[in-house]
Nanobody, 125 residues
């Protein structure tokens, strides 16, 4: 079992920055692929970014590439999402997820078995 707790969400103006954190607990949490997904009102959950255990693979959604950075600290069982140049369309509930997908399936939410409760990010124009 892996437990995930997100933090760091909030209200920010367009162009601003936020850093989301995800604290993972469980005996094998550091061996999982970690990812961030988001869900805006009335929309389906969408992939944002993922990071492999070794950090060598870090795919991003096209909509956030160049603005968001995912990282992890395996020693602390933490995953981060640094978000910059935020836009109103980034407004959503952001979820941390853990799983063991193959690289080609990193963007598939069904490949992640553990989810946090989500943290709200609101970007005002």
């Amino acid at each position: 079992q892996v437990q995930l707790v997100e933090s760091g969400g909030g209200l920010v103006q367009a162009g601003g920055s936020l850093r989301l954190s995800c604290a993972a607990s469980g005996s094998t949490s550091s061996s999982h692929v970690m990812a961030w997904f988001r869900q805006a009102p009335g929309k389906e959950r969408e992939f944002v970014a993922a990071i492999s255990r070794s950090t060598s693979a870090r795919p991003y959604a096209d909509s956030v590439k160049g603005r968001f950075t995912i990282s992890r600290d395996n020693a602390k069982n933490m995953v981060y999402l640094q978000m910059s140049s935020l836009r109103p369309e980034d407004t959503a509930v952001y979820y941390c997820a853990a799983g063991r997908p193959i690289v080609s399936a990193y963007r598939d939410a069904q490949m992640y078995h553990y989810w946090g409760q989500g943290t709200q990010v609101t970007v005002s124009s």
